[in-house]
């Protein structure tokens, strides 16, 4: 079945500092969404990418998503305490059709 | 406000009990899911509706149940046959299968 490799697992950073995640795929996806789940808290849609080669911007985020529509990265600048949580990506695609694959997520630390 | 509405916040089960966990949504969406969450993992589907009456099983659902006779109202039941059920369980939603989810703010699992 489809899998989603996410990495790091685990960043830790300084306030300031850049942060960058990565999502790779088994199989080509038809989109990518990416979440983040604050400590303690639920997941909240961040944004869906779905064309290949797609650049999105969020204030201090940007998000990419792969030519090959494969793998994705999300990009924080000058991170804030207020980035602290954990960020997953999810792929649709392949033989999993409209179903969602969770990559496992990279826990950001952001010490002030 | 529009959201979803899971309870309880937190539940705990005996040996040999079966415990349901509520999932309501006023967004009007068709879509809704219940997955699992454990330390260190990302999001597992557990069960999935894309419309009343009807349901899915996801990669997990062995030792779970579901239905949905309503459109705003999906119960996940915990069965016996689930040997390991501590976990964060998330219900959500969207306007169609494969689109971006809203999310509860989830069920915490534990064996009394």
């Known amino acids: 079945g489809q899998q989603v490799m996410q990495i790091p697992q685990y960043q830790h950073v300084q306030e300031g500092e850049d942060f960058t995640t990565y999502c790779n795929s088994s199989?080509?996806?038809?989109?990518i969404q990416w979440y983040k789940q604050r400590p303690g808290g639920h997941p909240v849609f961040l944004i869906q990418?779905?064309?290949?080669?797609e650049v999105k911007k969020q204030k201090r985020l940007t998000f990419q998503f792969g030519e090959a529509k494969k793998n994705s990265s999300l990009h924080i600048t000058a991170t804030q305490t207020t980035d602290v949580g954990t960020y997953f990506c999810?792929?649709?695609?392949?033989?999993?059709?409209?179903?969602?694959?969770f990559g496992q997520g990279t826990i950001l630390t952001v010490h002030p | 406000d529009g959201g979803i509405t899971q309870s309880p916040k937190y539940l705990f089960r005996k040996e040999g009990q079966n415990v349901t966990l509520s999932c309501e949504q006023n967004?009007?969406?068709?879509?809704m899911y219940w997955y699992r969450q454990d330390p260190g993992q990302g999001l597992r589907l557990i069960y999935y509706?894309?419309?009343?009456?009807?349901?899915q099983k996801g990669d997990i659902a062995e030792g779970y149940s579901v239905s949905r006779e309503k459109k705003e109202s999906f119960p996940l039941t915990v069965t016996s046959a689930q040997k390991n059920p501590t976990a964060f369980y998330l219900c959500?939603?969207?306007?169609?299968?494969?689109?971006?989810?809203?999310f509860g703010d989830g069920t915490r699992l534990s064996i009394l």
């Open positions: 999810a792929g649709t695609g392949g033989t999993s059709y409209g179903k969602l694959t």
């Open positions: 199989t080509t996806l038809s989109n």
């Open positions: 990418l779905v064309k290949s080669g």
């Open positions: 967004l009007n969406h068709d879509a």
């Open positions: 509706s894309q419309i009343v009456n009807d349901f």
């Open positions: 959500g939603s969207g306007q169609g299968w494969g689109q971006p989810q809203h």
